[in-house]
């Protein structure tokens, strides 16, 4: 059985399984694909391609009400961050954002921002408020607040911190929305050479699915760089939740890439692959 839509946390938004991003490449004919195939988190993310951008904006023009449109800003002031909104509503033709990710934040956003990012929701020009940042002990001391409505952090095979120091500490109930973002690990997860001796590598989509096994994880964020590696992530909607060995699987291997592959060079290789095939 498939990955089906689930509720975003409390937001109530109903979202597919896979996003997808804009970091990586991703074109209009990439969103058109995406969409086709139900996917409706269109994240357009902290490295922009005017592509992605074209593809979200044809798409609204006929398909509005079910996507779910998420920009990323890494504003610091509230001026900045008016500016960001406005640019991202006229670049992207729509009305309103669904939601306004505050980007890499490692500690409380400053109240000022914090205050104007509020405001902006109230005043219609985003729904929700989402943030992410690397400081895993973040994000239980926001969740107190309940003023961030989805956050969005680094979760996969190799990295499982996420698991005792966020995932745990989150409601069961009225929790917020969670997407997980390096999914791959920059890749390494997907290289021969990294393996356990007599180990084959995972697939992408088996990386999204060892991710959204994870039961208080809503949303899996694919960055792509080709229509091949789009349709190929696509394959974890179709195939589903992992059984108990393949999830053990991935941890081993998981554990093998982070003793093995330091996530500096995992990051520089994820960036050489990036530049080969753009």
Known sequence: MGFQRVRLGRTGLS?????IASSYGTNEAMVEEAVDRGVNYLYWGALRTQKMGRGIRGIVRRNRDDLVI???????SPSVLSKAVEKSLGQLGVDSLDVLLLGWHNS???????DH?????????V?????????????????KDKQIDIFHIRYNASHRGAEKEILEHLPEQNGP???SFTNTRWGSLLKPANMPPGESPPSAADCYRF??????????VC????MEQWKEDLKALDRGPMSEEELDRMRRIGDHVYRNVHPLKAQLSGIMTIRLWS
């Open 15 to 19: 979202v597919t399984r896979l996003g």
């Open 177 to 179: 929305g969670v997407v």
């Open 223 to 226: 960055g792509p760089n080709s």
């Open 117 to 125: 990012a509020l405001k902006l929701k109230d005043d219609g020009r």
């Open 211 to 220: 991710v959204l096994g994870h039961p208080k994880v809503h949303v899996a």
């Open 127 to 143: 729904r929700f408020l989402a943030l992410s940042g690397h400081n895993r002990r973040l994000f239980p001391e926001l969740e």
């Open 108 to 114: 409380r956003p400053d109240p000022r921002l914090m």
């Open 70 to 76: 998420v920009a990323h800003t890494t504003a610091r």
